[in-house]
């Protein structure tokens, strides 16, 4: 990595003093963490957001004891039975969609090369080679 949290941390400090501080005071406050860790998780989410968005929810789940993301959004819903149901109709429209994509493609690379067989350069070699052209 090229430029780390540290590096990420120093510029934001220098770009808005004050925003910094607010935003470091507020982590020491919200999540209980000394200066140190606050600055540090800080930096790590101006690296990667998304990263640390992901890890974050990962660490929460592990927390919580859920197995995975599908079982903490039906558990945090206010309609379990709808969001599951939702959830799994997202994911099967997503199979059909995958399935249906390779079978086009496929389908395409077998008529391909049924319309334009492979002749080795050494055969292709040989057939004009022994291929008498008359004029």
Not at 34 to 47: I, M, N, P, T
Not at 59 to 71: I, T
Not at 100 to 129: C, G, K
Request: glycine share 4%; no cysteine.
């Amino acid at each position: 990595m090229v430029v780390g949290p540290a590096q990420v941390l120093a510029l934001e400090r220098m770009k808005n003093p004050k925003q910094f501080e607010k935003t470091i005071q507020n982590l020491m406050k919200t999540k209980k963490l000394s200066r140190k860790q606050a600055e540090k998780r800080y930096g790590d989410f101006l690296v990667d957001p998304d990263g640390f968005a992901l890890r974050a929810a990962a660490d929460e789940r592990k927390e919580k004891g859920y197995k995975d993301w599908k079982e903490q959004a039906i558990a945090k819903s206010k309609d379990p039975v709808a969001t599951k149901k939702r959830i799994d109709d997202f994911q099967k429209a997503g199979q059909l969609k995958g399935t249906a994509v390779i079978f086009f493609f496929a389908t395409a690379a077998i008529y391909y090369s049924s319309q334009n067989p492979y002749v080795p350069p050494r055969l292709l070699q040989e057939v004009v080679t022994t291929t008498q052209f008359v004029f």
